[in-house]
């Protein structure tokens, strides 16, 4: 994030540099600091110190868990670059960083290959309508193939990437392929006019005059008018350039350096970034504004000991300044910004004002990742289209082990998930539990080891209750007469109800059939209140009733001692009656799940989740020796499932999943859960 004053929009570049953990992102944004002078010496996360790696858990790791904010000048251009991490458990805060750019850099371990997290954010990326480009680093590994490498990168993100350079001297140095290409020398792998003609006619598909003269006339189309049309490649994908680089000896810099100055796109020629509800044309927001309104959005939020809250500001259009009144969201009360900054690691700097495309950093305002700041009520409404969130794929209930520190708890947990879009925090009133759910067993480690350290917390952990439910297979009616007499007004309500079966997710219909004053209109909420206070304390087993439809089409009332607490009760006791006789079963989630494996393990693998009631729903070989396993299993077999694929790939398996249904539990296990159960007393 450079001075606003002196970058105007089309000087900016901003960039997300992705990939898997261990690509190299952080120690690569290093090496470009270093060269670019803007870091003394350039730093190594594995040496335990750097410029975006500075909290203690990153330090102790060696790996980013958040999004970090650098930048850097060159030729003239102010280079923004957002680091973010790449261990998958914390993929859900790198993707926050996407709607704040215009690129996203994926980076490839030269010595793996496209890894999951690379995978991922590229898919993520595409989705976003970002520009993308492939960085493949660390081409200076003993183990790195890099004719495979780049094999690979296109069978996985196609056969739009091709390289701009290529690798010489077995890694350690590279040819330019492109900009001005060294026909005479010889790369490790295939040839630079290849590639050179590969890239050229890439480009000029776009441009039908350019194309015609270079495929009737031999002429090579000059920087200047490749120009527009490669953005347009960037723009449609058309285009992913590759670039091989070594941040370790440098081999490679000086490209990719000029690929971010020279091709990328400003944010005049990025894709607009798409708005949803939205005030702007055609559901986007342009950088440039007649109206010269300031439109922003949050993308991360800190909160620092000294400083106090910090949001990282992405600005799309207008310009906003020290001192400028904006509004957060809906909120009709404008707030005054009384500092900006520019962010360099943990670095703050006070500027004057940031322009449409730049960065800033906002102390002390009420924002939340994915809010909007703008200076116009007629953008009241506006968001911006987020990213998919990977999905949560482990969680644990958490119990205080001192009483006298809940209020502390709630502040820490309102702390965390302001800082971490993908934590959240559920109130289970079925079981009566607090769940902390995140991406992965590392994910909520590290939140509780913050929530010890920084918080003086004492929690109690333990594996949350599955998410049962209990449902019917078959209609049937139920009744009561709910009569008391106890020497004064008494109480009387009877109902006739019928409960049928719902399809699987249909959730629950409440229908009322009484004619003729039977049941009066006004004792109808009454009876619905008792049926849905069984929908959530159950009827068999104490699990939430789903997918039912619950008729009511008779009854009887008394002129003075109905009453509805009357209703509740025969509406209550009714539908449990119903019940019992619908042939009741639990039902339970079911994910689907994808893991990738070394081959030799497949039936491991397999066999495992045979054992566990999964089901194997089709298996696909991978390049190097690996493969994908998709599959079904209950999520109660699944709670330790990441220690046990650890454990029987030595630590070379991954796997994501999602709740992808309720399915019928076997009888033995809802026999006993009916065992277990113990409804508490009825008035």
Do not use: W
């Amino acid at each position: 994030m450079g001075f606003a004053s002196a970058n105007p929009t089309q000087s900016i570049r901003n960039i997300a540099i992705v990939g898997h953990a261990g690509a190299g992102k952080t120690s690569l944004i290093e090496a470009l600091l270093g060269a670019a002078g803007e870091i003394r010496v350039s730093g190594r996360g594995d040496r335990g110190f750097s410029v975006c790696d500075f909290t203690d858990q990153e330090k102790r790791l060696h790996h980013s868990l958040d999004v970090h904010l650098c930048h850097l000048r060159d030729d003239g251009r102010s280079i923004n670059l957002l680091d973010t991490p790449g261990y998958p458990d914390f993929m859900g805060r790198a993707v926050t960083a996407l709607p704040a750019v215009e690129t996203a850099a994926v980076v490839v371990n030269a010595e793996q290959g496209p890894e999951l997290v690379a995978r991922r954010m590229m898919t993520l990326a595409a989705e976003q309508h970002l520009c993308r480009i492939v960085i493949v680093n660390k081409i200076d590994g003993e183990r790195a193939d890099l004719a495979v490498v780049l094999d690979e990168v296109r069978a996985v993100f196609g056969e739009q990437c091709l390289p701009l350079n290529l690798p010489a001297n077995r890694g350690s140095s590279v040819v330019d392929c492109f900009f001005a290409p060294a026909f005479d020398q010889t790369p490790d792998f295939s040839s630079v006019a290849s590639a050179h003609t590969a890239v050229i006619d890439r480009i000029v598909e776009l441009d039908d005059e350019l194309m015609e003269r270079y495929l009737e006339q031999g002429e090579e189309p000059s920087p200047g008018e490749l120009h527009e049309p490669l953005q347009r490649a960037l723009r449609e994908g058309h285009l992913i350039p590759v670039c091989f680089v070594s941040a370790k000896n440098g081999a490679g810099l000086k490209d990719l350096r000029r690929v971010m100055t020279e091709l990328l796109p400003s944010p005049l020629e990025g894709n607009p970034h798409e708005v949803l509800n939205g005030a702007a044309e055609h559901g986007h927001l342009d950088a440039i504004d007649g109206n010269g309104r300031f439109v922003g959005h949050v993308f991360k939020v800190t909160v620092d000991p000294y400083v106090g809250r910090v949001a990282a500001v992405r600005v799309h259009c207008g310009k906003v300044s020290t001192g400028s009144q904006v509004f957060i969201g809906d909120s009709r009360k404008p707030v005054t910004l009384a500092h900006l900054y520019s962010v360099q690691g943990k670095t703050l700097r006070e500027v004057p004002a940031a322009v449409a495309g730049d960065f800033c950093a906002v102390a002390k305002i009420d924002g939340h990742v994915g809010d909007v700041l703008h200076s116009s009520h007629d953008d009241d409404g506006l968001k911006f289209k987020a990213p998919r969130m990977p999905a949560p794929m482990h969680s644990v209930a958490i119990e205080l082990k001192r009483r006298d520190q809940e209020k502390r708890l709630s502040d820490a947990l309102h702390q965390l998930t302001l800082e971490d879009p993908s934590l959240s925090v559920e109130h289970r009133a079925h079981s009566n539990e607090t769940v902390l759910c995140g991406i992965g067993e590392l994910h909520l480690r590290l939140v509780l080891e913050r929530m010890e350290r920084e918080f003086g917390l004492e929690v109690l952990t333990r594996t949350p209750r599955i998410a049962y439910r209990e449902t019917v297979t078959r209609a049937a009616d139920g009744h009561h007469r709910h009569k008391k007499q106890t020497g004064g007004a008494g109480q009387f309500g009877e109902v006739y109800l019928r409960v049928e079966p719902l399809a699987r997710g249909a959730g629950f219909e409440f229908v009322n059939e009484v004619v003729g004053g039977a049941i009066p209109t006004q004792y109808i909420p009454a009876v619905e209140k008792g049926v849905r206070q069984v929908l959530a304390e159950g009827a068999i087993a104490g699990y939430p009733v789903a997918d039912v439809r619950v008729v009511v089409y008779d009854g009887k009332h008394h002129s003075v001692d109905s009453k509805e607490v009357a209703f509740i009760s025969a509406g209550l006791r009714a539908f449990k009656d119903a019940i019992s006789k619908a042939a009741p079963i639990i039902i339970e989630p079911i994910a689907r799940l994808t893991i990738t494996v070394p081959a030799a393990n497949v039936g491991d693998i397999t066999g495992h989740l045979t054992s566990i009631r999964g089901k194997i729903l089709g298996t696909e070989a991978l390049p190097r020796q690996r493969a994908r396993i998709d599959a079904q299993a209950p999520l109660a077999e699944l709670s330790d499932y990441q220690t046990t694929l650890k454990s029987l790939t030595s630590g070379a398996g991954q796997y994501t999943f999602s709740v992808e249904h309720y399915d019928t539990v076997p009888p033995a296990v809802q026999q006993e859960l009916v065992k277990q159960y113990r409804p508490r007393g009825e008035d």
